[in-house]
Nanobody, 120 residues
Framework: QVQLVESGGGLVQPGGSLRLSCAAS????????MGWYRQAPGKQRELVADLTRYGRTTYADSVKGRFTISRDNAKNTVYLQMNSLKPEDTAVYYCNANIMTNKGYEYDYWGQGTQVTVSS
């Protein structure tokens, strides 16, 4: 069994910063791409950023220059540093990881979500 556990969400004022973390644990053989998605009320879930195990990144246009994704492969953890936050960044943020289990099955796993609210 594999779990993704997120932390780091909360309430922050516009212009502020937050750092999200997501740790994968369980029956893991290897992890491919790890990423962050978000879903605001009444909107579809969208990709925020992702990062392959070889270091290739993808960012949504709306967060380029403000957010930075990174990962620690030894800890099976992905991070999202969010700077210059705007009210429109308010959403539930979900961690996603493509994981090969020890039994040889490959799945996309999701975290439980963490709320980020940007408001004065």
């Amino acid at each position: 069994q594999v779990q993704l556990v997120e932390s780091g969400g909360g309430l922050v004022q516009p212009g502020g910063s937050l750092r999200l973390s997501c740790a994968a644990s369980g029956s893991i053989f290897s992890i491919g791409t790890m990423g962050w998605y978000r879903q605001a009320p009444g909107k579809q879930r969208e990709l925020v950023a992702d990062l392959t195990r070889y270091g290739r990144t993808t960012y949504a246009d709306s967060v380029k220059g403000r957010f930075t994704i990174s990962r620690d492969n030894a800890k099976n953890t992905v991070y999202l540093q969010m700077n210059s936050l705007k009210p429109e960044d308010t959403a539930v943020y979900y961690c996603n990881a493509n994981i090969m289990t020890n039994k040889g099955y490959e799945y996309d796993y999701w975290g439980q979500g963490t709320q980020v609210t940007v408001s004065s």
